[in-house]
C-alpha cells in the first residue's frame, strides 16, 4: 500500500522497469536503445532522477529505487505525460466530457445507438 500518490506512481514506473528489464534479459538479443517510461506524476520523475533520499521519501521501500540504478546508467528514462494524454484514465477517473469523448474514439467504441437516459 502506498502512502502517497508520487509513491504509487513510482511503484508502478518501477514495476514497467522491472517488466522491460526481464523483456530484455528473456529475448537474448542486445537492444541498444533507452527504454521510456511514461509517468503522469511530475513528483515521481523527479524522483527516479534525484538520487538523493529526501525526508519525504524515506518511508519507499528500497526496493523500487532500482528506477534511479537504471535512469542513472542510461537505460531508461522516465518522462512526462500530461494526465489529458493518458487514454487509460477513462477507466480510472471521471472526466470532463470532451476528454471523455475524445478518449472513447481513440478507443473506437461508438456511442450506443439509442439513449438510455431517463430509462428506469
Known sequence: MSRSSTEAEYRGAANVVFDSCWIRNEIHCPIHTTTLVYCDNVSAIYLSRNLVQ??????????????????????????????????????????????????????????????TVGVC
Open 54 to 115: 529526501h525526508q519525504h521519501t524515506k518511508h519507499i521501500e528500497m526496493d523500487i529505487h532500482f528506477v534511479r540504478e537504471k535512469v542513472a546508467k542510461g537505460g531508461v528514462h522516465v518522462l512526462h505525460v500530461p494526465s489529458y494524454h493518458q487514454i487509460v484514465n477513462i477507466f480510472t477517473k471521471g472526466l470532463p466530457r470532451i476528454l471523455f469523448e475524445d478518449f472513447r474514439a481513440s478507443l473506437n467504441v461508438r456511442q450506443p445507438p439509442v439513449s
